[in-house]
């Protein structure tokens, strides 16, 4: 992002290729080409009639400029426009991107002193909800992190301006329970996926690391998800925290790491553990006093605070591009839940050449890498059990270091080369014999057992023939994970 001038009361232009000027005539900032791509997209589909579109990024695509680009853009024509998010970091966060750019604004939301005069609007979901009927209605809404729309705050916020364009921005547009969100838009236009942005250096690569997989045999779930009593009595304990300290020591010591966990105790126990072994850590949840949530991410951003464990509170939007760790201990059957979290170390910063994702909660052998490509839709359903099973993802995990990988014959961090098990045929004399089912049975058992590899697994129903082998192949590698751990 390229920046000039100041922050004033500008009237604001669009120009060619992505570039936004100042009534002076100064350029503010550039869109990068997938950026101008992607809202090019969006204005085709406004153009065509759509009120509603809904724009897809990965994280640390960039959202934030793609929504102060079409606000500024917006109020240059004298068009009123809210971009609206959904906790207080997300509003100073994007307050303070909006001023580098130089877009006056306002802001809507608990704690901060409104100006109502201005066309672009910064609101905070339940204090919007709650002032409706007060602001004089806008032209435009942009939906930050808008896979929450089926909430009953956005919802209500949503159908109150039928008529107006809305756009919503998502890395992951799919509710919890894994439903789409073809009730609230019309179309969905994508960016490019995580993978591309990895490669052309706009995110940075990593390491994945997966030491532990807990136990969570006879969970129960509600929502979409592991139900949060019954996960955190699974996760919180000494002997998972001890892993977790062990290895943050081994793989990315007193670097600066994000730690989810499943609850308020959960994430206060881990945080003892971690200042027992020498490290400043810090607890924060959605009700810690807004002073104290400022000044410990302050602290954390300088360095201070090495350690932030969090409760459902740092998932999305947050950017903070100096994390250079992130620490799973919440495991969950939301894929757009998993991919927010590991998101969070993926953002690029001077001296930094790779993130580090410690999961402990299992969450990349059941969803997949985070570059994984993944094909999402409006029309998102839940999966059943079955379809869940056969979606495991292709991946391989080093038994030395436990790090998790695409299939290779060498381990990409360790450097281990797998044993790759050859098989030789004896031919022997002997009489032919009837085979029974149970027999058939029994030698297919064998033969399955002797496939020790994922790859070997897909081999196998290849010779056999199958229909889907590498959805097979998943769902035994799956089983069989779930089974021995």
Known sequence: MEIAGNRGNVSWGAGRHGDLYNK?????????????????????????????????????????????????????????????????????????????????????????????????????????????????????????????????????????????????????????????LKDWFEVMVEGPTTAWLIEQGFLSPYKLFAPSTPDLEGLKSRGGDYVTADLAHRMDKPSITGDVISHYRKLCDGQRAIVFAANIQHSLNVVEQFRSAGYTAAHLDGKTDRLVRDRTLKDFEAGRVQIVSNVDLFGEGFDAPSISAVILLRPTQSTGLYLQQVGRALRTSDGKTHAVILDHAGNALRHGLPDEIREWNLDAKPKTKRQRETDAPLIKQCLTCYAVHTPAPVCPVCGNVYEVKTRTVEQVDGELIELSAEMVIKAKKREQATASTLQDLITLATARKYKNPVAWARHVQKARISKHG
């Open 24 to 180: 002076r005539g100064f350029m503010t900032f550039t869109l990068r080409n997938y950026q101008t791509d992607l809202i090019e997209q969006a204005r085709t589909q406004i153009r065509q009639g759509k009120r509603t579109t809904l724009m897809v990024a990965p994280t640390g695509a960039g959202k934030t400029a793609l929504a102060a680009y079409m606000l500024g853009t917006a109020a240059a024509r004298g068009r009123r426009a809210w971009f609206v998010v959904h906790r207080r970091e997300l509003i100073t966060q994007s307050s303070r991107t909006f001023e580098k750019v130089g877009i006056a604004h306002g802001i809507i939301g608990a704690g901060f002193a409104e100006n109502r005069h201005e066309l672009v609007q910064i609101t905070g979901v339940q204090t919007l909800r709650n002032r409706l009927d007060t602001l004089p209605p806008p032209d435009m809404i942009i939906w930050d992190e808008c896979h929450h729309i089926a909430s009953q705050s956005w919802s209500d916020i949503f159908s109150k301006f039928p008529d107006v364009v809305h756009i919503g921005l998502t890395a992951t547009p799919c509710r919890l329970d894994g439903r789409g």
